[in-house]
Nanobody, 113 residues
Framework: VQLQASGGGLVQAGESLRLSCAAS???????MGWYRQAPGKQRELVAS???????NYADSVKNRFTISRDNAKNTMYLEMNSLKPEDTSIYYC?????????WGQGTLVTVSS
């Protein structure tokens, strides 16, 4: 499955953004996730959602970010609220179904203070 992330942009601290990840095919059986990578840092998991809808979040985004999926639209979302400057990163979407591991191209989120 090919992934296309979108929705990034420049916002001020405290504002919100919603990222979308559109897949070229069915994501029904895939575990999905959002990762981010800031300049000079390693890529880190932000949030994940299993095929059954179980979610997991990095401590740094708990209670601010919400991951969701719409299997009918082959799309995953990341609702980001109360954004902070430290959330500035390139955000990548990922789909896993062994042995497949697909990545989107990334969308830049910049949060100004």
């Amino acid at each position: 499955v090919q992934l296309q992330a979108s929705g990034g942009g420049l916002v001020q601290a405290g504002e919100s953004l919603r990222l979308s990840c559109a897949a070229s095919g069915s994501i029904f059986s895939y575990a999905m996730g959002w990762y981010r990578q800031a300049p000079g840092k390693q890529r880190e998991l932000v949030a994940s959602i299993t095929s059954g809808g179980i979610t997991n979040y990095a401590d740094s985004v708990k209670n601010r970010f919400t991951i969701s999926r719409d299997n009918a639209k082959n799309t995953m979302y990341l609702e980001m609220n109360s954004l902070k400057p430290e959330d500035t990163s390139i955000y990548y979407c990922n789909a896993k179904r062994w042995p497949l591991d697909s990545w989107g191209q990334g969308t830049l989120v910049t949060v100004s203070s």
